[in-house]
């Protein structure tokens, strides 16, 4: 890999300045604790091995729907425990994958990476379960695997729902496009400090609560493993699939009831620090995007909630709740 002076640098800072803050972290993630047991299926993508882990949640009560829940491009399926156990609750069993690249799934050192590509993995993993309808709700970066997975699994997906989903504006209109070396540069300097600082300002406008810090444990923990370049290679690589493959385009071909979930104060963008202040001020305006992209999807329910930022079923579970139950009971 390249920059090898360069990786040895920045590990070496973040071990030290940050030694004390957080704890770290392995690369798969061995000794976290998940809030339900991990499982994994072996797969062979691009000439290799690769392990995708993932929680199956079973229904409290029998007969009930099954949901899927697709994470954000900074988290892992750890977020949705909340989610999972009321839904599960409630009669629905509930899968919740980490994808390729993230969590406790394997973290390739080569490999192309698309949205195709983690939607036809999650496919093969429903498929190993033998489930062959659900619910797809993705948050975030989960919102753009969630649609392509709408779009190249119609018969599959009964509904979708997209939670504050990044992807509703196509970035490369107003940012300069950066290379995957520059997206790796860029994670290598991450730190706990950092991490913080973007999630307060980008998810939670610009408030923070204690009980955020539970969703800095893993990405601000790998910055100090001495794998850590890896890791950053894999989120350079997923940045470069995020910023390259907008879905923008193709929401008028979804053809499965919609529940779009707006949080109103979300102003999450990806290269808004690559930009001049004016064009800032016009990247992320999620209110505007939300209306915009309702109305291109068919059968679209669009569900704005005010004083709420990226992240809803996080920073207001029971308001996020009056939203999602209604659609999956319909």
């Given at each position: 890999m390249k920059f090898k002076?360069?990786?040895?640098?920045l590990l070496f800072l973040n071990t030290c300045c940050f030694a004390q803050a957080v704890k770290p972290l392995d690369i798969m993630l061995t000794d976290y604790p998940y809030p339900f047991p991990v499982h994994f299926i072996n797969l062979n993508i691009q000439q290799q091995d690769v392990q995708m882990a993932y929680m199956d949640v079973a229904s409290g009560k029998p007969g009930g729907d099954v949901v899927l829940l697709l994470?954000?491009?900074?988290?892992?399926?750890?977020?949705?425990?909340?989610?999972?156990?009321?839904?599960?609750?409630?009669?629905?069993?509930?899968i919740i994958p980490d994808q390729v690249g993230f969590g406790k799934s394997s973290k390739p050192q080569h490999i192309q990476y698309s949205f195709q590509l983690l939607a036809e993995l999650t496919k093969v993993l429903l498929d190993s379960l033998h489930l062959t309808t659900l619910v797809v709700v993705g948050h975030s970066m989960g919102g753009m695997l969630a649609t392509r997975f709408a779009l190249m699994y119609p018969q599959v997906t009964t509904k979708l729902v997209l939670e504050d989903p990044i992807g509703l504006e196509d970035w490369k209109v107003k940012v300069p496009y950066l290379s995957v070396d520059d997206w790796y540069i860029k994670e290598l300097a991450q730190s706990y400090d950092k991490l913080k600082k973007y999630e307060r300002e980008?998810?939670?406008?610009?408030?923070w609560k204690p009980e955020y810090e539970q969703w800095l444990e893993i990405p601000?923990?790998?910055?100090?493993?001495?794998?850590?370049a890896q890791i950053a290679w894999n989120s350079a690589l997923t940045y470069d699939m995020i910023f390259t493959q907008p879905v923008l385009y193709e929401f008028e071909n979804i053809t499965v009831p919609t529940l779009l979930i707006?949080?109103?104060?979300?102003?999450?963008?990806?290269?808004?620090?690559?930009v001049n202040e004016e064009t800032k001020?016009?990247?992320g305006d999620y209110p505007k995007l939300g209306k915009e992209v309702a109305k291109?999807?068919?059968?679209c329910k669009l569900v704005e909630i005010p004083g709420v930022g990226h992240i809803p079923h996080v920073e207001s579970f029971d308001i996020y709740m009056k939203a999602l139950l209604p659609f999956l009971k319909n």
């Open positions: 002076p360069l990786v040895s640098l994470h954000g491009k900074n988290f892992c399926g750890t977020y949705w425990k909340q989610t999972a156990d009321t839904l599960s609750t409630l009669g629905y069993r509930v980008n998810y939670y406008h610009g408030t601000a923990g790998w910055t100090m493993n001495s794998n850590y707006i949080g109103e104060l979300d102003r999450t963008a990806i290269g808004k620090d690559l001020k016009s990247l291109k999807i068919k059968n």
